[in-house]
């Protein structure tokens, strides 16, 4: 049989497509590079041509995580309607829903970035969010500004702290509590400063109190806990195993 050869870019997309269907069927941890390249149908090195090791591989794939998420709002926000505090509502809950559908997924891989010896990483791609995100939150702010919504003098500047404050605020308010052990401490804290958050949010952009305050159910509520656990066993993971072939 022919060898087929691909272009670069399309072989590594091929070879992330196939890594993320085996992060939902086996896991990351379970995952080798074997597995990989054999679903792929190329030679072990082919892989070593595009990812220095599976760690990278799993930078690679958190990346891309990222993209996509911005894609899929960048592509719903041209349906957002009502006035600019619906539709930062709208933009919110579109990125919220992303997630949950692919939250299995997420956790396969996400947890990765907060491992210390991924500190420089993690801003990094956090940084090329949020200069992709504020062009998406600028004219629902602009729009805010005409409609009376919120009480701007900065757009641009205020889009970009309102960026830095979601990602930032949301990883911060994260790491300061996934390490509570009791559940119902655990669940009370993450509550109360999720609401601290929304209501910093609204300062920052002049908004209504409570204007972007969202409705947490008994099920979203008794998940957390299982939610912390699965991403500290994924943090505490060895190097060594989670970076075995």
């Known amino acids: 049989m022919a060898r087929v050869t691909k272009a670069p870019d399309v072989r590594r997309e091929e070879l992330l497509d196939v ?10 941890d379970s995952m080798s590079v074997e597995q990989i ?3 792929a149908g190329v030679a072990k ?10 760690d990278d591989l799993e930078a690679q794939l958190v990346r891309r995580f990222g993209e996509s998420l911005l894609a899929h709002l960048s592509e719903q926000s041209g349906s957002f309607q009502g006035t600019a505090i619906e539709r930062l509502r709208q933009l919110i809950g579109a990125a919220s829903s992303w997630k949950l559908e692919r939250l299995n997924l997420s956790m396969s891989f996400i947890p990765f970035l907060y491992r210390d010896e991924n500190f420089a990483l993690k801003h990094r791609l956090f940084e090329e969010w949020m200069n992709r995100l504020g062009p998406l939150i600028e004219p629902i702010l602009l729009l805010g500004q005409r409609d009376g919504s919120f009480a701007l003098t ?5 889009a970009r702290l309102f960026t830095t ?10 790491e300061t509590t996934m390490l509570i052990e009791d559940d119902e401490a655990f669940i009370d804290r993450m509550l109360a400063d999720v609401t601290a958050l929304w209501a910093a949010e609204e300062r920052l952009l002049g908004a209504a109190p409570g204007s972007l305050t969202q409705p947490v159910d ?8 299982a939610l912390r656990d699965a991403f500290l066993h994924q943090i505490q993971q060895p190097l ?3 970076s075995a072939s």
Do not use: N
């Open 19 to 28: 890594a993320l269907e085996l992060c939902m069927s086996v896991g990351f």
């Open 45 to 54: 090195g082919t892989f070593y041509h595009y990812f220095r090791s599976k």
């Open 154 to 158: 900065d757009v641009e500047g205020t």
């Open 37 to 39: 390249t054999a679903t």
């Open 240 to 242: 060594s195993k989670r």
């Open 218 to 225: 008994q099920i979203a509520r008794e998940a957390l806990p």
């Open 165 to 174: 404050l979601m990602m930032h605020g949301a990883t911060r308010l994260w």
